[in-house]
């Protein structure tokens, strides 16, 4: 049974940083494309950053530059550095991964949210 969970999140003002990381068991990021995804109050949920298991990664245009993906693969941990944090990045911040390889470059947040699993999000607050 694979297992996802997210912790990291919480309260800054706008311009702060704040890292999250997602933990797996029954899992292990270094085989498939996995990333975080977004879902703001009253919107839809967003990819944010995906990885692949070659370790390239590509980012929603909002997030680049600010926000950076990576892995450990030793501890089997997924991290979400978030720099320069602006209010509009307020949102539950979900975990996820993917089940089956992606092929030909189609490991992009666009994707994340046909991932088959998924954390139960940690809440991300900015204020202005």
């Known amino acids: 049974q694979v297992q996802l969970v997210e912790s990291g999140g919480g309260s800054v003002q706008a311009g702060g940083s704040l890292r999250l990381s997602c933990a797996a068991s029954?899992?292990?990021?270094?085989?498939?494309?996995v990333g975080w995804s977004r879902q703001a109050p009253g919107k839809e949920r967003e990819g944010v950053a995906v990885?692949?298991?070659?370790?390239?990664?590509n980012y929603v245009d909002s997030v680049k530059g600010r926000f950076t993906i990576s892995k450990d693969n030793a501890k089997n941990a997924l991290y979400l550095q978030m720099n320069s944090l602006r209010p509009e990045d307020t949102a539950i911040y979900y975990c996820?991964?993917?089940?089956?390889?992606?092929?030909?470059?189609?490991?992009?947040?666009?994707?994340?949210?046909?991932?088959?699993?998924w954390g139960q999000g940690t809440q991300v607050a900015v204020s202005s």
């Open positions: 990885i692949d298991s070659d370790g390239s990664t």
């Open positions: 996820a991964a993917s089940r089956v390889p992606l092929y030909g470059g189609n490991c992009l947040p666009q994707v994340v949210g046909f991932f088959a699993y």
């Open positions: 029954g899992y292990s990021f270094s085989r498939y494309c």
